[in-house]
């Protein structure tokens, strides 16, 4: 999905077609995540409750969710995203990336999803890899600066949730391997690469690329205050005409017998496992998940996929996200769904209630990979209408399994492409909203706020310790009822947490003013009247 060229959907879908994608998929064994990850499923704590729920008798309204992913993600691969291009100074780096984040402010958003791996690269001060050529022009070359603190750090500053974006086994861009960094991996260990349809790509089956890839997500979790990790969609590479993926020997090493095929999904399978344990037991608070491409199965291969005509993940990149899902090695999976209602090959109706179903009492949160960039395209008659993306949301709403959306990509929220995001702002996110909880994460409610006043248009509270943000509901009539909280129909403000012993919010209108405490998992407190 995210090389910054789309591929024609002729060689995503197994049809004749228009349309375009961009590339962002029956069971081997891998070992069951450990005690402090998953709950089971039948004991797993609905991720649309508080800490201290409202009562069962409070109907929440789905047009008001309280608890919805609102993300968008941030491509640092050929400039797509940010930085617009290279050589920029410090300063106009870090004000492109901020007039990212306060227009995914303005549109209700409550994460980003920074790529920080695009090729083997770091968009960060690393030992294990070279910096990314995105920032300067060349790969290997200090930009003088560690971007990634600034980027956590403003992110934060504005109530937005950050997740390191990696792409696991793409190694150069360039199919000259010689002209990468002499320090680069790639050079280091030859014997890794393959050299596919004029890129580099790690060699999945093997066990020290797994070690490596491991190696750089889990350096980044220890040293920096990320949220999440996050991969895309590319695994094995997609297809490329005749082309075959050079791993025999390796196969011949580590098949003992079991079909290419079955093989490489092990590969995967076995990363992916162990990014998850290494994420969780290096911070248990930080989120591991996958945004596969939008097709496990079809019919046609499987009577447990979906009803669809397109490119298989399962069988083309050998990504089994049901797997991932079954096993628990992934806290949520974000399907990349770029294609409209109604589309013969790929229908958004057909495909988003397929990945409903499939996490379905699983304790894996779902979120539907959003195509904004598709919108006012002319390849799709669809992508023409501003109503599309918004039917896609009001859709989600008849599935309670569907926790939020993310959007590809950031350059859209700038443009605003036929007016789509003041549609769905209008119609989806009216209100603020906190994160979904993942309860088996750890975390608990802060301290309920103290000393909360209401004075003139000041609303004020006393600092609760270990409160990353706080919510802020108001009651129009005045009248607090049990269910003030059970949804967002109230909720005005999640106001990041500030230094200081009191926290202030600018209340507007009249009417009661209700204040919560969250941790950084959105563990919520039970909330506080303010006082005249």
């Given at each position: 999905?995210?090389?910054?060229?789309?591929?024609l959907?002729?060689?995503?879908?197994?049809?004749?077609?228009t349309?375009?994608?961009?590339?962002?998929g029956?069971?081997?064994?891998?070992t069951?995540?450990t005690?402090?990850?998953r709950v089971?499923?039948?004991?797993?704590?609905?991720s649309?409750?508080?800490?201290?729920?409202?009562?069962?008798?409070?109907?929440?309204?789905?047009?008001?969710?309280?608890?919805q992913?609102?993300?968008?993600?941030?491509?640092?691969?050929?400039?797509?995203?940010?930085?617009?291009?290279?050589?920029?100074?410090v300063?106009k780096?870090?004000?492109?990336y901020?007039?990212?984040?306060d227009?995914?402010?303005?549109?209700?958003?409550?994460?980003?999803?920074?790529?920080?791996?695009?090729?083997?690269?770091?968009?960060?001060k690393?030992?294990?890899?070279?910096?990314?050529?995105?920032l300067t022009?060349?790969?290997g070359?200090?930009?003088g600066?560690?971007?990634?603190?600034?980027?956590?750090a403003?992110?934060?500053?504005?109530?937005?949730?950050?997740h390191?974006?990696?792409?696991?086994?793409?190694?150069?861009?360039?199919?000259?391997?010689?002209?990468?960094p002499?320090?680069?991996?790639?050079?280091?260990?030859?014997d890794?690469?393959?050299?596919?349809?004029g890129?580099?790509?790690?060699?999945?089956?093997l066990?020290?690329v797994?070690?490596?890839?491991?190696?750089?997500?889990?350096?980044?979790?220890?040293?920096?205050?990320?949220?999440?990790v996050?991969?895309?969609?590319?695994?094995?590479p997609?297809?490329?005409?005749?082309?075959q993926?050079?791993?025999?020997?390796?196969?011949?090493?580590?098949?003992?017998?079991?079909?290419?095929?079955?093989?490489r999904r092990?590969?995967?399978?076995k990363?992916?496992?162990?990014?998850?344990?290494?994420?969780?037991?290096?911070?248990?608070?930080?989120k591991?998940g996958?945004?596969?491409?939008?097709?496990?199965r079809?019919?046609?291969?499987?009577?447990t996929?979906?009803?669809?005509?397109?490119?298989?993940a399962?069988?083309?990149?050998?990504?089994?996200?049901?797997?991932?899902i079954?096993?628990?090695?992934v806290?949520?999976?974000?399907?990349q769904?770029?294609?409209?209602?109604?589309?013969?090959?790929a229908?958004?109706?057909?495909?988003?209630?397929?990945?409903?179903?499939?996490?379905k009492g699983?304790?894996?949160?779902l979120?539907?990979g959003?195509?904004?960039?598709?919108v006012g395209?002319?390849?799709?008659?669809?992508?023409?209408?501003p109503?599309?993306?918004?039917?896609h949301?009001?859709?989600?709403?008849k599935h309670?399994?569907?926790?939020?959306?993310?959007?590809?990509n950031?350059?859209?929220l700038?443009?605003?492409?036929?007016?789509?995001?003041?549609?769905?702002?209008?119609s989806?996110?009216?209100?603020?909203?906190?994160?979904?909880?993942?309860?088996d994460l750890?975390?608990?409610?802060?301290?309920?706020p103290?000393?909360?006043?209401?004075?003139?248009?000041?609303?004020?509270w006393k600092?609760?310790?270990?409160?990353?943000?706080?919510a802020?509901?108001?009651?129009?009539?005045?009248?607090?009822?049990?269910?003030?909280t059970a949804?967002?129909?109230?909720?005005?403000?999640v106001?990041?947490?500030?230094?200081?012993?009191?926290?202030?919010?600018?209340a507007?209108?009249?009417?009661?003013?209700?204040?919560?405490s969250?941790?950084?998992?959105?563990?919520?407190s039970?909330?506080?009247?303010?006082a005249p």
């Amino acid at each position: 999905m995210r090389t910054g060229r789309p591929l024609l959907a002729a060689a995503v879908l197994a049809v004749a077609t228009t349309g375009a994608a961009y590339a962002f998929g029956p069971d081997a064994a891998v070992t069951k995540p450990t005690a402090h990850k998953r709950v089971p499923a039948a004991t797993a704590a609905p991720s649309d409750r508080a800490a201290t729920a409202a009562p069962a008798s409070c109907k929440p309204r789905a047009a008001y969710p309280k608890r919805q992913l609102r993300g968008v993600w941030i491509a640092t691969v050929k400039n797509i995203d940010w930085p617009s291009r290279t050589g920029l100074s410090v300063a106009k780096q870090q004000a492109e990336y901020t007039r990212i984040l306060d227009s995914a402010v303005k549109r209700r958003l409550n994460a980003v999803f920074v790529q920080v791996r695009p090729a083997s690269d770091a968009v960060y001060k690393s030992a294990l890899e070279p910096w990314s050529q995105y920032l300067t022009g060349r790969a290997g070359k200090d930009p003088g600066w560690d971007p990634l603190p600034f980027l956590v750090a403003e992110a934060h500053k504005r109530g937005l949730e950050f997740h390191a974006w990696f792409n696991p086994y793409r190694a150069s861009y360039d199919g000259e391997v010689n002209k990468l960094p002499a320090g680069h991996p790639a050079r280091v260990h030859p014997d890794w690469i393959v050299k596919h349809a004029g890129l580099v790509y790690y060699n999945p089956g093997l066990p020290a690329v797994r070690d490596h890839v491991t190696a750089v997500v889990k350096d980044v979790v220890q040293r920096y205050d990320v949220d999440g990790v996050h991969f895309d969609d590319y695994f094995y590479p997609y297809p490329a005409g005749s082309a075959q993926f050079a791993d025999g020997a390796a196969y011949r090493k580590y098949g003992k017998g079991e079909s290419l095929a079955d093989w490489r999904r092990g590969n995967v399978n076995k990363l992916i496992a162990q990014v998850d344990k290494a994420v969780h037991e290096t911070k248990q608070y930080v989120k591991f998940g996958i945004s596969p491409f939008g097709i496990w199965r079809n019919k046609s291969e499987d009577p447990t996929g979906s009803a669809t005509g397109g490119m298989s993940a399962y069988d083309a990149i050998y990504a089994d996200a049901r797997h991932w899902i079954r096993k628990g090695t992934v806290d949520y999976v974000a399907p990349q769904l770029y294609w409209p209602r109604g589309f013969k090959a790929a229908d958004y109706d057909v495909l988003m209630p397929w990945w409903a179903k499939e996490v379905k009492g699983t304790g894996v949160q779902l979120y539907i990979g959003q195509a904004l960039y598709r919108v006012g395209s002319t390849d799709t008659p669809a992508w023409t209408d501003p109503g599309e993306l918004p039917s896609h949301l009001t859709q989600n709403r008849k599935h309670k399994q569907v926790e939020g959306d993310i959007y590809f990509n950031a350059k859209q929220l700038l443009t605003n492409p036929l007016g789509v995001l003041d549609r769905i702002v209008k119609s989806h996110y009216s209100h603020p909203a906190l994160l979904p909880l993942m309860k088996d994460l750890g975390g608990q409610a802060p301290a309920q706020p103290a000393e909360v006043r209401l004075q003139g248009t000041e609303l004020s509270w006393k600092s609760s310790a270990g409160a990353r943000s706080y919510a802020v509901y108001q009651i129009p009539s005045g009248k607090v009822g049990e269910c003030a909280t059970a949804d967002a129909r109230n909720l005005v403000a999640v106001v990041p947490a500030a230094g200081g012993e009191r926290q202030t919010f600018a209340a507007a209108g009249g009417g009661a003013y209700l204040v919560t405490s969250l941790d950084r998992l959105h563990n919520e407190s039970a909330p506080v009247k303010a006082a005249p």
